[in-house]
T-cell receptor
């Protein structure tokens, strides 16, 4: 398996632009998580899905952020409009629930810079 | 909400010295996981602890889960330059699939 695949790896954009980050989880995994990592705040959970259904989006900073999972093999995180404070590394992770053991496999991350 | 505190934030050691990072949760955990993130990389799963008082070893790494299931530690014996990175604990509350990560301990090893 190729692991969790994220794109783009790097994105530089200007304030106000729309940003779309993409994730392909490991085939067969039933959970998908979006995390944001910054020096100041560490790894923050933004939202997670179970069987393509959003379960908890309480970590989504504000209405500018939205996430979708139209099928088991694809998810997007969208920021519209983007702001400089959104600059961070965004990680997607997937897992398979095996009797409560839910080990995360992370993608390589998408480094976002908003100018 | 659940909070996971991790100390120290940074640790610089001479190669061959030991290293320990500590993790404390504001609530009782159902299990705790440890991840390692190399510089410029992504978090990679190391181990999961489930039972109260559990101790697990992976070569030079020793992981412990406290009796009250609210704290955990990772100890590395005789550090090597390959141990460089940030070590995160991540706790899961009862009945939840959500992992709350500590802020990590960044380990630097001086050759």
């Amino acid at each position: 398996d190729a692991g969790v695949i994220q794109s783009p790896r790097h994105e530089v954009t200007e304030m106000g632009q729309e940003v779309t980050l993409r994730c392909k989880p490991i085939s067969g995994h039933d959970y998908l998580f979006w995390y944001r990592q910054t020096m100041m705040r560490g790894l923050e959970l933004l939202i997670y899905f179970n069987n393509n259904v959003p379960i908890d989006d309480s970590g989504m900073p504000e209405d500018r952020f939205s996430a979708k999972m139209p099928n088991a093999s694809f998810s997007t995180l969208k920021i519209q409009p983007s702001e400089p404070r959104d600059s961070a590394v965004y990680f997607c992770a997937s897992s398979l629930n095996l009797g409560g053991a839910n080990v995360l496999t992370f993608g390589a991350g998408s480094r976002l810079t908003v100018l | 909400g659940q909070q996971v505190m991790q100390i120290p934030q940074y640790q610089h050691v001479q190669e061959g010295e030991d290293f320990t990072t500590y993790c404390n949760s504001s609530t009782t955990l159902s299990n705790i996981q440890w991840y390692k993130q190399r510089p410029g990389g992504h978090p990679v799963f190391l181990i999961q602890l489930v039972k109260s008082g559990e101790v697990k070893k992976q070569k030079r790494l020793t992981f412990q889960f406290g009796e009250a299931k609210k704290n955990s530690s990772l100890h590395i014996t005789a550090t090597q330059t390959t141990d460089v990175g940030t070590y995160f604990c991540a706790g899961r509350g009862a009945g939840s699939y959500q992992l709350t990560f500590g802020k990590g301990t960044k380990l630097s090893v001086i050759p």
